[in-house]
């Protein structure tokens, strides 16, 4: 008898150890805030950013979407550099395998090297990043292909549409490393936020603080609404939620 309890002792002595072990859920946390990023409103997070640090995280005013979209993911980033070459595709092989390797419910943070009227990506790159999972691209330069993009019904953010293309005229110049996108840094991990406002971009480290402080200002916001439609005075309103 005396045995068996050590036998049940140690047993339990070993799952503590186990246990004590465990890597934390990681993946899951993350899960959750992406999620939580995906119902807040681009306009509270960045307001967010704003109040919390005294930084400015959206875009440019031209990085717009091709069509009405909401979503919010890891961001993936590629540069390309601005260069003449007779190589064809295998001078962008390296913005192709970034596709291919990165994992489904990334953001495609696209920058082109004075690119405004190239297109950084068309109907093929849309394609395989739709049927691989990613959440949406953002792309600071041209998009093309728009009929096929909107047919795949796939989230792109560009600063314009243009019928060019970039093979020959620019080289891979690195992904995953720092890029300032339409005004803003953004790092490899980085949570991107896009909605029909605009887009803006957490920095990881920071993404619990700025979703719980935006999620404040949306319920406060939204609070507002019905005082303001039965009062008729957004000065009561701001009076008494304090915030405009």
């Given at each position: ?28 946390t993350q899960d959750s ?112 292909d728009t009929p096929q ?30 890029v300032n996108c339409a ?62």
């Open positions: 008898m005396r045995k068996k309890a050590i036998t049940v002792l140690l047993g339990i002595a070993a799952l503590f150890v186990v246990l004590s072990f465990r890597r934390p859920d990681t993946e899951g805030l992406i999620e939580g990023f995906r119902l807040v409103e681009v306009a509270s997070v960045a307001d967010a950013m704003e109040q919390l640090y005294g930084k400015r995280a959206y875009m440019s005013h031209s990085m717009r979407p091709l069509s009405p979209t909401k979503f919010a993911g890891p961001a993936v980033t590629v540069l390309l550099k601005k260069e003449e070459n007779n190589e064809g595709a295998k001078a962008l092989q390296g913005m192709l395998d970034t596709i291919d390797e990165s994992a489904p419910g990334s953001v495609y943070v696209m920058v082109l090297e004075d690119g405004l009227d190239y297109a950084g990506i068309g109907g093929l790159m849309s394609t395989a990043m739709k049927y691989r999972g990613f959440a949406g691209a953002v792309v600071d330069g041209g998009v093309r993009i909107a047919r795949l019904q796939f989230p792109v953010f560009s600063r314009g549409v243009v019928p060019s293309t970039t093979v020959n005229h620019y080289r891979f110049a690195g992904k995953d490393i720092p005004g803003v840094q953004v790092k490899a991990a980085d949570i991107v936020v896009a909605d029909g406002d605009g887009v803006a971009v957490v920095p990881r480290e920071h993404a619990a603080e700025v979703l719980k402080k935006a999620q404040q200002l949306d319920q406060s916001e939204h609070s507002m609404y019905p005082f303001i439609e039965k009062y008729k005075s957004i000065r009561e309103a701001v009076a008494q939620f304090g915030r405009l």
